[in-house]
């Protein structure tokens, strides 16, 4: 994704960054890592701003995005602000460092997300981590094996063309001496900074990148072992609940906590509307938020599902909400020989990750330290310093890796909410959101209208093109297809419920609409769907992948029939390309869809590791066939009326079809972020699946036969 | 506040809590036994499985004083003198999990199915595991690790937790 896009992506929700540089002295630096080598990538300077030994006591680049240190002992350490929160980012970006440096991938020590360890990162969401944080790692990497080459050169006074690393050592190929890598910097204060792009290993050569290996650490995640934000335990921690106001925009009329006051060594904190408790055991803290008497009040005939999209239509967010006409498209639209115009739309879905959020808060004077489960470790201290009026320096946020997050984890609230409570009681605080906080005062991904016009020939050509989106985003919204003449707009709105990322955002609302369109296009001139999109497209990369899953999934072999269909849509976004095709079984009378086969095609360039990237994609499937089929918040008058698994329905064992993913590996070309867009392709296929099965098209989300 | 005793993993703990505590609330917040998870607090999503005297069994719905006398196992409790159960060994092998927060109750759902059907198929994995959620879709990999474990014991070649 091009910067600006990221910006807009970035700017259209809560997310406002300022940014902040780490202000560490690099000496500082070599002493807390005990000497060795350091290596640091400047982002900024075109050429490399120190190179050679020593440490001359400069301040680090202003720019610094990440670094690797070699110690005496042979470990490796990269710190990078990235989080890993279940996409295998952990694994996969120690694989790329130890194929540029030439070690065992299982001698490197990845700390991410620490602010006060790692360096500023604007957070991990964007399928940003592999485009831009693997480069940046294997470049620096690339240079520490340079400098190590450099250095046994210096110390054996040969010429460094003789000497080459592997399997952490240099050694000499003439007289076969060699030195590990931590005896080249023992004794040694080596740092160089870096930039520019030096020769990286080409994927084609790759040997540990590139590899199927296990995920870090996966014996912890099979003994329960691994800490997660909700796991952690400090030295007389308390634990807190917060009061939930009555709905939401309500301000708090009256309050009597008389009876929770009687619990023993319960502390209420009242603050404004804020009310909260701590305890010294948790069932206490939920007993006391329980025997609260609060009274608010909500303002009544707030916007319900049922006015959701009137809503979104008529309550443009600033100028660009507003719609400009674009008079070439519409003459093309308008002298086309066939046309079509539809409407589609998607509900606002939560992204109920399985660990709610969750912070333990701790005070040492003024200093304030947060553990808490987040994608955006530095906007969360942000937001914490801002909320105490003290400056970021003060305060450290650390990111043990979490359960989850598809874009749900970028805000702090949990972590205001310890740190407010611990505050109150000087002593650490848990506090741990339950289901039903997560359901509610968590934020959704998006709801949208999306209107699409569109002309066609008859032989099948596209001429126009009027794709319109109101608030779910501008993600995905640009057509892959070839047509002369197109209009694609993306309509901010004012949003009813908070609202904000969610994996792939509103790249799954624009493939829905447009996948499904294109479908009804292909139907409309009497094309086969496949045919139909191949006719109009020229990108290589979605042609290979919409021709992969076709010849896999065996399109066009079997007819789709009364009650059973098959579908396929296809698309790109964040440099990962995508098409799948669906089998399903539609029984009308019993309003049941059943998600029978996928075949995904996946291609995003290089893969860096295919298990990991396998197991992704296939997440992504089953995620999607919530969205598609049955997710949906349902809200009136300032209250979310599903807020529990129980009504809130999510994929299952019993919805699983038989999935099977296709890697398309592009060892020429970059590799791109796979966490999001894999998961676009399904909603679609399944709404041209259902059309080929019943002969009706359903064009909201979640699909619901009437 | 209750005293009574817990017998979990095999060994007796002496508890003090509230009458009305939660298992799940002892498991974590007064034993630091952390490996068994919150996810809903409403027995919707499994993550919170530990085994009662075998059985699967939701410990955010039962409470810690009415388990007494039973035998109490949790994810910390699996592992036999430093190597895995089947289960677990299953679990990893075939790298049924992302995030990893709903694995423990996973595998012990997984670890009473089999002690019912040792061998079970594709409809018995569906009832006895459709209350585990697993929000990163790792169940087709789930299902393989469950039929992996099965082999994994039939073979006796790791040890079997009760």
Same mark, same amino acid.
Not at chain 1, 263 to 284: C, M, N, Q, R, W
Not at chain 1, 494 to 511: D, E, F, I, V
């Given at each position: ?351 109920? +990750? ?185 990108? +290589? ?166 | ?84 159960? +089947? ?52 169940? +087709? ?22």
């Amino acid at each position: 994704m091009p910067a600006d896009e990221l910006i807009r992506e970035v700017a259209q929700h809560e997310i406002q960054e300022r940014i902040q540089w780490f202000q560490l002295d690099r000496r500082d630096f070599l002493r807390l890592c005990g000497g060795g080598l350091l290596v640091l990538l400047d982002g900024r300077s075109a050429v490399a701003q120190e190179a050679g030994r020593g440490s001359r006591g400069h301040e680090l680049p202003k720019e610094v995005s990440a670094w690797v240190h070699i110690g005496a002992d042979d470990k490796i350490t990269v710190f990078t602000g990235k989080v890993e929160i279940g996409q295998n980012i952990r694994t996969s970006l120690a694989q790329l460092v130890a194929e540029e440096l030439r070690v065992p991938v299982a001698s490197i020590t990845m700390v991410m997300g620490d602010t006060d360890l790692t360096p500023w990162d604007m957070g991990t969401f964007g399928s940003r981590s592999t485009p831009t944080m693997g480069p940046q790692l294997r470049t620096m990497a690339l240079t520490a094996r340079q400098m190590l080459i450099e250095a046994a050169a210096q110390r054996w006074k040969v010429d460094p063309s003789v000497l080459a690393a592997a399997d952490g050592r240099v050694s000499n190929l003439k007289n076969g001496q060699s030195l590990t890598y931590g005896e080249i910097t023992r004794g040694e204060k080596l740092t160089q900074s870096v930039s520019g792009d030096p020769p990286l290993t080409p994927a084609s050569a790759w040997k540990v990148a590139g590899a199927a290996l296990p995920k870090a650490g996966g014996r912890d995640f099979v003994t329960g072992r691994h800490q997660y934000p909700s796991d952690i335990t400090r030295p007389g921690m308390m634990f807190g609940k917060v009061l939930r106001p009555g709905g939401f925009n309500a301000t708090l009329a009256s309050l009597d906590t008389s009876a929770a006051e009687k619990l023993p060594a319960t502390k209420i904190v009242h603050d404004g509307d804020f009310v909260g408790v701590v305890a010294e055991d948790a069932s206490t803290a939920e007993q006391a938020v329980s025997q609260i008497k609060a009274k608010w009040n909500v303002p009544p005939a707030q916007i319900s599902n049922r006015e959701l999209f009137e809503y979104l239509r008529s309550h443009p967010e600033g100028e660009k909400g507003s719609s400009s006409t674009n008079a070439s498209v519409m003459q093309a639209l308008a002298s086309a020989e066939l046309k079509l115009e539809q409407h589609y739309t998607v509900q606002y879905i939560a992204h109920a +990750p399985l660990e709610p959020r969750a912070a333990v808060a701790e005070w040492n004077g003024d200093r304030l330290t947060v553990w808490t489960g987040t994608q955006r470790p530095f906007g969360v201290r942000d937001e914490l310093a801002e909320a105490f009026r003290i400056p970021a320096t003060k305060v450290r946020v650390i990111m043990p890796d979490m359960g989850s997050g598809y874009g749900g984890k970028h805000t702090g609230e949990c972590a205001i909410e310890a740190a407010r409570l611990a505050k109150a009681v000087g002593k650490p605080v848990s506090v741990v959101w339950t289901r039903e906080e997560e359901f509610t005062w968590a934020y959704f991904r998006p709801a949208g209208w999306i209107e699409i016009r569109s002309g066609a020939r008859r032989d099948g050509t596209l001429v126009a093109w009027q794709h319109h989106n109101y608030n779910s985003g501008p993600s995905g919204i640009d057509t892959p297809y070839n047509v002369s003449s197109k209009d694609v707009q993306f309509h901010p709105t004012k949003s009813p419920l908070r609202q904000g990322s969610y994996r792939g955002l509103a790249a799954t609302a624009n493939h829905f609409a447009r996948e499904c369109h294109m479908d009804e296009l292909a139907c409309s001139v009497g094309m086969d769907p496949l045919e139909f999109r191949l006719k109009n497209l020229t990108d +290589p990369r979605l042609h290979a992948v919409l021709e992969t899953a076709a010849k896999q999934f065996g399109w066009g072999r079997t007819k789709s029939s009364s009650g059973h269909g098959f579908g396929i849509a296809g698309g790109v976004e964040k440099g990962g390309y995508v098409a799948t095709c669906v089998e399903v079984e539609v029984n009308p009378a019993a309003k049941q869809v059943k998600i029978r086969r996928v075949v995904e095609a996946w291609e995003s360039g290089a893969i860096v590791n295919p298990n990991g990237l396998r197991n992704q994609q296939m997440g992504a499937v089953v995620q999607a066939i919530g969205g598609a089929l049955f997710e949906a918040v349902q809200f009136k008058d300032g209250r979310i009326l599903n807020p529990h698994f129980a009504e809130y329905r999510v994929p299952r064992f019993s919805d699983m079809p038989e999935i099977e993913i296709v890697l398309i590996d592009r060892k020429d070309l970059p590799s791109a972020g796979a966490g999001e867009t894999g998961i676009v392709g399904l909603a679609p296929a399944v709404s041209n699946a259902i059309f080929a099965a019943t002969g009706t098209r359903l064009r909201d989300m979640p699909m619901v036969l009437a | 506040m209750n005293d009574f005793r817990l017998n979990i993993n095999g060994t007796e703990f002496p508890i003090r809590a509230p009458g009305d505590e939660t298992l799940l609330s002892v498991l974590r917040n007064r034993l630091h036994l952390t490996g068994t998870k919150y996810g809903c607090g409403e027995g919707q999503c499994g993550a919170c499985t530990v085994l009662i005297d075998g059985t699967a069994t939701r410990s955010c719905l039962t409470i810690a004083a009415s388990v007494g006398g039973a035998k109490i196992i949790t994810i910390e409790g699996l592992e036999s003198h430093g190597s895995l159960s +089947p289960v677990q060994q299953a679990f990893l092998d075939e790298e049924s999990f992302q995030c990893g927060y709903c694995t423990s109750g996973m595998i012990l759902s997984t670890t009473s199915l089999l002690r019912e059907h040792s061998h079970p198929t594709d409809q018995q994995i569906i009832e006895a595991m459709d209350g585990n959620i697993c929000r990163c879709g790792t169940y +087709p990999r789930i299902v393989a690790a469950i039929k992996r474990a099965a082999q994994l014991q039939e073979k006796g070649g790791a040890n079997h937790a009760s």
